[in-house]
């Protein structure tokens, strides 16, 4: 049987994500990011397609690096202004049966055990339809924004993220029992007291006493996922990540990433099949490759090079504007994305390359075809770059979705590539088949182990 491939789509509650400047095109709706309907319906799209999950990035912070201001992100609307993705996961899950919810949130600017009820009442209302992008952070403006004077040490963030998992895992799966809640109305006994405990904690960033605030859901721990890939990073994928999301420019640097990820998982003592991998692509698909080139050009004509460069900055914490097209650029060691200037550092990496390589305003690899050359790329991806599937970057929207699913799915479905109905369960096993909670064998199964054990 041949590997079906998984799909998310890549998005973010702001009209510019990715693929920068391609707002500005006529067709383009992203602009009415903050009304429901064009959620709603992006949600019942996706549907159509059987797409795994929507990924719902996030930022708390701005891109004032470039130029030293954000002037440009302002004008460009380089992910700024931007909403809050967790407020848009009811009302897609209330239009949908199947679609899965990937939503960013980032540690730092979170309390565990309130956090830990938001998640939880996610996976209630969408039925175990629930997962959470664990990021740390990477913008000295969102730590200011949250009181601190610049963002912590790269690999401490991660420490403290560890602590904060830990924290959580204690939370949703140990403080209630399976069967704690037994709502028995003659008796008057909603929940057995004797089956709910209270979580006690007392780490080096974290200090909690509570009571889980929701009782069981679903899944209880939201499908985990994860995007560092750093030498820290793997290290905390490897003992937490269900999913990770990995940003590589060519099927020789996926395949790295990958081995190294399913290595780790399996020194964490997990299976290396416990992880799926997901790479970030834009596709522009069209009926004939003509058509497609074409459609690539008129998208081109609305890209902003200069905002995906001034997005690269804030990642790599590099003003490029200082730089000439062709003069060489010192990249540094800092708290920024590691991956990203390690990989410009190797490559040689000149402002005129990076920006050559934004023809659509993104960063991300570019396949432009026909259906069938489309799918012909993805299955090398697969083979070559050892992924399980894709993040999909949104060009226009809704229109590069649309296309997708119209054009490419269906010679997806015809190989044997992709599913033709959504699989029974909870997102969790959907991606797994082995059941809407984790296995004994993640580190969270220690946590439930406590529990079973307490008195």
């Known amino acids: 049987m041949r590997k079906e491939i998984l799909l998310n789509a890549f998005t973010m509650n702001c009209a510019g994500h990715i693929n920068h400047g391609l707002w500005t095109h006529p067709r383009d709706q992203s602009h009415r990011y903050t009304r429901l309907g064009y959620w709603t319906d992006l949600a019942a799209t996706l549907e159509r397609g059987l797409f795994d999950g929507v990924f719902l990035a996030d930022i708390v912070g701005v891109y004032d690096v470039y130029q030293q201001s954000v002037d440009l992100t302002l004008r460009e609307s380089i992910q700024l202004p931007v909403n809050d993705p967790l407020m848009l996961v009811s009302a897609m899950a209330a239009v949908t ?26 996976d209630h209302l969408t039925e175990g339809r629930i997962g959470w992008n664990i990021v740390t952070g990477y913008l000295d403006s969102a730590a200011r924004a949250m009181g601190e004077t610049a963002l912590g040490e790269h690999d401490q963030r991660y420490d403290r993220a560890d602590e904060f998992l830990d924290l959580l895992y204690r939370l949703w799966e140990g403080s209630w029992d399976d069967d704690a809640v037994i709502r028995d109305r003659r008796a008057r006994v909603y929940s057995d007291p004797a ?86 692509l834009t596709v522009v698909v069209d009926r004939t490759e ?59 990496w000149t402002k005129r390359s990076i920006l050559s390589g934004m023809a659509l305003g993104g960063r ?52 044997g590539r992709y599913k033709t109905a959504y699989g029974a369960g909870s997102l969790r096993n959907r991606l797994f088949g082995e059941g809407d909670r984790l296995p004994d064998r993640h580190p969270a199964g220690a946590f439930r182990a406590q529990a079973e054990g307490a008195e």
Not at 260 to 275: F, P, S, T, Y
């Open 97 to 122: 049966k199947g679609l899965g919810f990937g939503v960013t949130v980032n540690v730092n600017a979170e309390a565990p055990a309130i956090f830990a009820r938001r998640i939880s009442t996610l």
């Open 195 to 280: 089956r709910v405990r209270k979580i006690r904690h007392e780490g080096k960033f974290y200090r909690a006493e509570a009571y889980h605030l929701s009782e069981p859901s679903r899944q209880r721990t939201p499908v985990l996922y994860q995007a560092g890939t750093s030498g820290r990073g793997r290290m905390f994928a490897a003992r937490h990540a269900e999913c990770v999301f990995i940003s590589p420019p060519d099927t020789g640097v996926a395949r790295a990433a990958s081995r190294a990820i399913r290595q780790g998982a399996v020194e964490a003592g997990r299976r290396a099949e416990d992880v799926r991998i997901f790479a970030g």
């Open 364 to 415: 991300y690899p570019l396949i432009v075809g026909d259906p069938a050359q489309v799918a012909d790329a993805l299955e090398v991806w697969i083979a070559e770059g050892e992924v399980d599937g894709f993040n999909l970057a949104r060009t226009v929207a809704p229109e590069s979705y649309e296309d997708f699913i119209d054009l490419v799915i269906p010679i997806l479905q015809e190989r």
């Open 290 to 348: 003509k058509k497609a080139k074409e459609k690539f050009e008129d998208y081109a004509r609305y890209a902003s090079p200069e905002a995906g460069l001034a997005h690269f900055s804030a990642g790599t914490g590099i003003d490029f504007s200082q730089y000439d097209l062709d003069e060489p650029i010192a990249y540094g060691k800092g708290n920024f994305v590691q991956t990203s200037v390690d990989l410009a550092r190797a490559r040689g």
